[in-house]
């Protein structure tokens, strides 16, 4: 642990953590399904307001990558973060005003169901389930790897065993999350979750303003000084400067986090929550305030960082600044720290503990919805509500164990190609398959499988040449070069290869094919731009 908050702290903040992890569990166990009920299991019955389902939305997008990663990149690299965390919410921006609405429409309980709303078929089920634990396990890797890394900082130890220890516990209790609380349950934690996030967050954005006499100029040119690299901090170009094509490079990574980010499962699943249109419109807008709000707190927080302490220091803590917005909210406390303060920070690190459990909980419980519904239920014409859910609750385990060992085994290694893998695989497969589907009459079984295959191929055949991989000190493999890609993600190529695929696939399927789907999409047309027909099945 860091000087400043040593013995106290983290009695208090084992304390919180074990409090939390209690209170978490006990909410799942009270507000879970209590009878076979899928409809309750996969979406809590759409019984969640406007507002609730709007802050359970924003928590499950904002994710511990989220918080740690974003605020890491603003500390080290400024100007270039801010416009990363700007993107977050242009993506969420995106998917209120593009999909939401036919999502909810088209959807049931799981992405595979909005696809095949159009195209019945086990072949489009499967292949969705597949994508979407594509999409989600490196995502999950990185935030259960993350915990026994963050709690080694917090709690001032630096075991290996230790660390994998905390990992194998918060991971089982992840699992439980997802398989005894369901939809309802989860939401629940996301809700208290980013309440916490964001009340904490907003205090030491206010801590570190006070410091610099509320002037938010004072602050940026502070940060731009201890920098490193002078005014060039304000200025685009810092994050990239390393890269053959920093412009091009740049608008790739922007891209993909636009594209890709709002589009993963665990996030659109929050959309088939929703009992109305309106009621998702009016989700998505909250959802959209509090990740604008998040946004500003963590701009506010990461320059604090770098103005209070150095970029120098943040680097030298974790060469890719995970730990900024630790020490940024521990430097706005100034040398004295009071009791009021040694509290606060303890409520930061919880809620910093509790994004890592609702967020893993959250992808857990897409995967186990996907594999459950669209591949195992799928394959029985009448399944029992009980034996689906039965299906379900072991599918969480089946995702959460392997999960587990993975991480256990990536933990030493830096894992922020598996986080880009993710948004990559959102953007270039999960993204353009959700758009032809919901939008384009012409499109075939054929086109929606070679745009989810076709584009996440071509992400896994692409991302081992970035230098996140390999070619840098700071990569995952920093003692080997293989890196021939010259990005640092592949949107830039694989996010028009997904649209292209689609459209070949399509265009290939032959001239009856199109128009067969063309007279089936116009069947079901107003029921997912409109929601003219009341879901169901």
Same mark, same amino acid.
């Given at each position: 642990?860091?000087?400043?908050?040593?013995?106290?702290?983290?009695?208090?903040?084992?304390?919180?953590?074990?409090?939390?992890?209690?209170?978490?569990?006990?909410?799942?166990?009270?507000?879970?399904?209590?009878?076979?009920?899928?409809?309750?299991?996969?979406?809590?019955?759409?019984?969640?307001?406007?507002?609730?389902?709007?802050?359970?939305?924003?928590?499950?997008?904002?994710?511990?990558?989220?918080?740690?990663?974003?605020?890491?990149?603003?500390?080290?690299?400024?100007?270039?973060?801010?416009?990363?965390?700007?993107?977050?919410?242009?993506?969420?921006?995106?998917?209120?005003?593009?999909?939401?609405?036919?999502?909810?429409?088209?959807?049931?309980?799981?992405?595979?169901?909005?696809?095949?709303?159009?195209?019945?078929?086990?072949?489009?089920?499967?292949?969705?389930?597949?994508?979407?634990?594509?999409?989600?396990?490196?995502?999950?890797?990185?935030?259960?790897?993350?915990?026994?890394?963050?709690?080694?900082?917090?709690?001032?130890?630096?075991?290996?065993?230790?660390?994998?220890?905390?990992?194998?516990?918060?991971?089982?209790?992840?699992?439980?999350?997802?398989?005894?609380?369901?939809?309802?349950?989860?939401?629940?934690?996301?809700?208290?979750?980013?309440?916490?996030?964001?009340? +904490?967050?907003? #205090?030491?954005? &206010? /801590? *570190?303003?006070?410091?610099?006499?509320?002037?938010?100029? $004072? =602050?940026?040119?502070? @940060?731009?000084?201890?920098?490193?690299?002078?005014?060039?901090?304000?200025?685009?170009?810092?994050?990239?400067?390393?890269?053959?094509?920093?412009?091009?490079?740049?608008?790739?990574?922007?891209?993909?986090?636009?594209?890709?980010?709002?589009?993963?499962?665990?996030?659109?699943?929050?959309?088939?929550?929703?009992?109305?249109?309106?009621?998702?419109?009016?989700?998505?807008?909250?959802?959209? +305030?509090?990740? #604008?709000?998040? &946004? /500003? *707190?963590?701009?506010?927080?990461?320059?604090?960082?770098? $103005? =209070?302490?150095?970029? @120098?220091?943040?680097?030298?803590?974790?060469?890719?600044?995970?730990?900024?917005?630790?020490?940024?909210?521990?430097?706005?406390?100034?040398?004295?720290?009071?009791?009021?303060?040694?509290?606060?920070?303890?409520?930061?690190?919880?809620?910093?503990?509790?994004?890592?459990?609702?967020?893993?909980?959250?992808?857990?419980?897409?995967?186990?919805?996907?594999?459950?519904?669209?591949?195992?239920?799928?394959?029985?014409?009448?399944?029992?509500?009980?034996?689906?859910?039965?299906?379900?609750?072991?599918? $969480? =385990?089946?995702?959460?164990?392997?999960?587990?060992?993975?991480?256990?085994?990536?933990?030493?290694?830096?894992?922020?190609?598996?986080?880009?893998?993710?948004?990559?695989?959102?953007?270039?497969?999960?993204?353009?398959?959700?758009?032809?589907?919901?939008?384009?009459?012409?499109?075939?079984?054929?086109?929606?499988?070679?745009?989810?295959?076709?584009?996440?191929?071509?992400?896994?055949?692409?991302?081992?040449?970035?230098?996140?991989?390999?070619?840098?000190?700071?990569?995952?493999?920093?003692?080997?070069?293989?890196?021939?890609?010259?990005?640092?993600?592949?949107?830039?190529?694989?996010?028009?290869?997904?649209?292209?695929?689609?459209?070949?696939?399509?265009?290939?399927?032959?001239?009856?094919?199109?128009?067969?789907?063309?007279?089936?999409?116009?069947?079901?047309?107003?029921?997912?731009?409109?929601?003219?027909?009341?879901?169901?099945?």
């Amino acid at each position: 642990m860091t000087d400043g908050f040593s013995g106290n702290a983290q009695a208090m903040s084992l304390v919180a953590f074990s409090a939390i992890a209690t209170v978490t569990l006990l909410l799942c166990v009270m507000t879970g399904p209590d009878r076979d009920d899928l409809d309750e299991f996969y979406t809590g019955y759409g019984s969640l307001s406007p507002l609730r389902n709007g802050l359970a939305i924003a928590g499950d997008y904002i994710s511990a990558a989220s918080v740690l990663g974003t605020g890491g990149v603003i500390a080290l690299c400024g100007y270039d973060g801010v416009v990363l965390a700007l993107s977050t919410a242009l993506s969420l921006m995106l998917l209120m005003f593009l999909l939401a609405e036919p999502l909810r429409n088209a959807g049931r309980f799981t992405m595979g169901d909005a696809l095949a709303r159009r195209m019945p078929g086990r072949a489009v089920r499967i292949t969705a389930c597949a994508v979407t634990i594509a999409a989600l396990l490196p995502l999950m890797l990185v935030q259960l790897a993350g915990t026994g890394q963050l709690l080694a900082f917090i709690l001032g130890f630096s075991g290996d065993s230790l660390k994998t220890g905390c990992i194998i516990g918060l991971g089982a209790l992840m699992i439980s999350y997802a398989a005894i609380g369901g939809m309802k349950g989860t939401a629940l934690i996301q809700i208290l979750k980013i309440v916490m996030l964001l009340g +904490s967050g907003a #205090v030491v954005a &206010v /801590l *570190i303003l006070r410091r610099f006499d509320w002037d938010p100029g $004072a =602050l940026f040119h502070a @940060a731009a000084a201890r920098s490193g690299v002078g005014s060039a901090f304000l200025h685009s170009g810092v994050e990239f400067a390393g890269s053959p094509n920093p412009r091009l490079d740049m608008i790739s990574s922007e891209l993909t986090v636009v594209i890709g980010g709002a589009c993963l499962p665990h996030v659109t699943m929050r959309m088939y929550t929703a009992s109305s249109a309106r009621q998702v419109r009016r989700s998505m807008s909250w959802a959209v +305030s509090m990740v #604008v709000l998040f &946004v /500003l *707190i963590m701009t506010v927080v990461g320059f604090g960082a770098t $103005a =209070l302490i150095g970029r @120098a220091a943040i680097a030298q803590a974790d060469p890719r600044g995970n730990t900024a917005y630790l020490l940024g909210s521990r430097a706005a406390f100034g040398p004295d720290v009071s009791t009021a303060e040694t509290f606060l920070f303890t409520t930061i690190t919880t809620a910093i503990f509790l994004t890592l459990l609702a967020s893993v909980a959250g992808m857990i419980l897409a995967c186990a919805n996907s594999l459950a519904h669209d591949v195992f239920a799928a394959r029985v014409r009448e399944m029992s509500a009980r034996r689906e859910m039965g299906l379900a609750r072991a599918s $969480a =385990l089946a995702v959460g164990v392997p999960a587990i060992l993975l991480a256990t085994l990536v933990q030493h290694i830096s894992l922020q190609p598996l986080v880009t893998l993710s948004f990559c695989l959102g953007a270039s497969a999960i993204a353009p398959a959700l758009v032809y589907s919901l939008f384009w009459r012409r499109y075939t079984r054929a086109g929606l499988l070679c745009t989810l295959i076709g584009g996440t191929l071509a992400v896994l055949l692409l991302m081992p040449g970035t230098n996140l991989v390999s070619g840098s000190p700071v990569s995952a493999f920093p003692d080997a070069d293989f890196n021939w890609f010259p990005f640092t993600t592949t949107g830039l190529v694989t996010i028009p290869l997904g649209f292209l695929f689609g459209w070949l696939g399509t265009v290939l399927s032959g001239r009856r094919a199109s128009e067969e789907q063309r007279h089936q999409y116009e069947a079901v047309e107003g029921w997912i731009l409109a929601g003219a027909v009341r879901r169901g099945g």
